[in-house]
């Protein structure tokens, strides 16, 4: 499986950002689709979570203002960034697994990772 994250960038406080994850090869490897990010410093940490029923999970820090979706047809998942807060500034990482776990925030549960792309927050 080879995943592909893009959309990082500079953007001001407030602002907006989408996030966008390919996934070839296996796909069928790839049920759990989430996203992580690692800030200078700090361990990598979970951020949003896509389920093979169509459910989703959120960090409590990102919840209400970042919203993860699928695209079957392009085997793309999305992170849609909303009000953009300092703190979000990390690289954001795309992860999958073949099958969802209750442990679904660990990312040592992922041994399918994309290169991360950067997301930086400041005015």
């Known amino acids: 499986v080879q995943l592909q994250a893009s959309g990082g960038g500079l953007v001001q406080p407030g602002g907006s950002l989408r996030l966008s994850c390919a996934v070839s090869g296996r796909t069928s490897s790839s049920i759990a689709m989430t996203w992580f990010r690692q800030a200078p410093g700090k361990e990598r940490e979970f951020v949003a979570g896509f389920r093979e029923n169509r459910s989703t999970y959120y960090s409590d820090s990102v919840k209400g203002r970042f919203t993860i979706s699928r695209d079957n047809t392009k085997n793309t998942v999305h992170l849609q960034m909303n009000d953009l807060k300092p703190e979000d500034t990390a690289e954001y990482f795309c992860?999958?697994?073949?099958?969802?776990?209750?442990?679904?925030?660990?990312?040592?549960?992922?041994?399918?990772w994309g290169r991360g792309t950067q997301v930086t927050v400041s005015s």
């Open positions: 992860a999958v697994r073949a099958r969802w776990t209750t442990d679904y925030r660990n990312p040592n549960q992922y041994n399918n």
